[in-house]
Nanobody, 121 residues
Framework: QVQLVESGGGLVQAGGSLRLSCAAS????????MGWYRQAPGKQRELVAT???????NHADSVKGRFTISRDGAKNMVYLQMNSLKPEDTAIYYC???????????????WGQGTQVTVSS
């Protein structure tokens, strides 16, 4: 069983910064790709950034140069550093982790509960 616990988020003024954190806990044998998604009101959930097990990152064009995804040495936490925030970044941000609990069990994607990021103008 795997749970993702997110922290961070909140209200920030345009141009400000926030750092989101997501910790994967439970029975985890291996962690693969990790990512952040976001969903604004009335819009579809969209990919923000991903990072694989060797640190290769991918950032959506809308956040490239402003957001940076990273993961810790234990590969069980993923972060999203958000700088130069804009009102259009306002959304619920979700952590997503690909992992398996045992070497004999299948890999699954897990979602965090989401954390609200609100950027005021």
């Amino acid at each position: 069983q795997v749970q993702l616990v997110e922290s961070g988020g909140g209200l920030v003024q345009a141009g400000g910064s926030l750092r989101l954190s997501c910790a994967a806990s439970g029975t985890i044998f291996s962690v693969g790709i990790m990512g952040w998604y976001r969903q604004a009101p009335g819009k579809q959930r969209e990919l923000v950034a991903t990072i694989n097990s060797i640190g290769t990152t991918n950032h959506a064009d809308s956040v490239k140069g402003r957001f940076t995804i990273s993961r810790d040495g234990a590969k069980n936490m993923v972060y999203l550093q958000m700088n130069s925030l804009k009102p259009e970044d306002t959304a619920i941000y979700y952590c997503n982790v690909h992992c398996r609990s045992l070497p004999t069990t299948p890999w699954n994607f897990y979602w965090g509960q989401g954390t609200q990021v609100t950027v005021s103008s």
